[in-house]
């Protein structure tokens, strides 16, 4: 299994810098995938930044947010910039790996994986 732990949420002025840092821990064979989703009150689970072949950015973050990790590590952090009262949300790192070693990839099975959350608060 794949723990993740997130850790640097805090509560910030509309303007200010935030960094959110997560690892994966745990017995697997391989991290295929890491990035992170937000969750706002009243709102659905969104992507905010996914990091695997492509990296692909929400349009809200976009120019304000950087991810970047460390692969052999398997951590990855959320740099966040320019925060806005509407970035307000709990911060969850996700994962996607897998378990065991296949003799071939096309049988490798990928897991989605949480982390507890982490919670980022923007005053205005």
């Known amino acids: 299994q794949v723990q993740l732990m997130e850790s640097g949420g805090g509560l910030v002025q509309t303007g200010g810098s935030l960094r959110l840092s997560c690892a994966a821990s745990?017995?697997?064979?391989?991290?295929?995938?890491m990035g992170w989703y937000r969750h706002a009150p009243g709102r659905e689970l969104v992507a905010v930044i996914s990091?695997?072949?492509?990296?692909n950015y929400a349009d809200s973050v976009k120019g304000r947010f950087t991810i970047s990790g460390d692969n052999a590590k398997n951590t990855v952090d959320l740099q966040m910039n320019s925060l806005k009262p509407e970035d307000t949300a709990v911060y969850y790192c996700y994962a996607q790996g897998s378990l065991v070693r296949t003799l071939s990839p096309k049988y490798e099975r990928f897991y989605d994986y949480w982390g507890p959350g982490t919670q980022v608060t923007v005053s205005s």
């Open positions: 990091s695997g072949d492509t990296t």
């Open positions: 745990g017995s697997f064979y391989r991290i295929k995938k």
